[in-house]
């Protein structure tokens, strides 16, 4: 009998936790912001998608989770009547590629850096979230990979994806949009809060700094900034964000440099003067800093 109830208890937790799951996705809005005549942002849940609309069709950038996909087709069916053409994933995480199959199913070119055509073709594991991602389907690859930039000319618009070596992931891009004024960062930009850095997959606190400078470098006063996470920015956010992170190694290093371990380090709450403003995000400080720790240490060698 106590094993009867406890596992109806169990397939209950199980069934509301598929309820929930489900019901989060149902409860997702996706919004669309305009950021410039042609360009715009649309949120919903993971990754910030990017798009340009025109007459030669809908240019995509990312796909969120692919529960999604039919919220966002009808929400892009808002902004143009012509089809998807492509979608370019600014790298392999499953909260921006996993619309990719239901719009690859659909003859939607499906574009990104080669690295993220291997994550994606091979199983990932993330430690700090101790989870495993499987292979996926032959129609969520990238059929078309490149190794440093491609340009979409289209819409009026050349439309420049670049690589970002080593930053949130091994397999970055981000895309600007010259004639527009406008660059969609992928996840090398979370705006206002702390990012994840998917050291596992070839990414470093290092690259994001060096990332981040790289956009500033193409941004002036007016530009537009799409981040991977969080509101539309501009070059200040930018600004705010890579000096956190510089922040964030000026603390930690002390303390690496005195041989602390990771658990050492976390009662010291190096981040203690940044946490109030940027621990808003879905990453607590402590796994914030779990990431970067051992990137820091590394780097000391
Ligand atoms: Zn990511």
Redesign the pocket.
Known sequence: MTRFISLSIIFYITFIGIVTAQNNYDDVEIKSIKVEDGIYMLMGAGGNIGLSSGEDGVFMIDDQYSPLTLKIVAAIKKISDNPIKFVLNT?W?W??TGGNENLGKTNVVIVAHDNVYERLTHEQFIKIFNRKTTPSPKKALPVISFNDQVTFHLNGLHIQAHHINNA?TDGDSIIIFKDKNVIHTG?IFFNGMYP?I?TGAGGSIYGMIAGANTILALADDKTKIIP?HGPLANKKDLENFRDMLIHVVDNVTPLVKKGLSLEEAVKQDPLKDLNEKWAVGFLKPDVFLATVYQTIQDHQK
Do not use: N
């Open positions: 790298h995480h909260d921006h949130h996840d994840f998917d991977g």
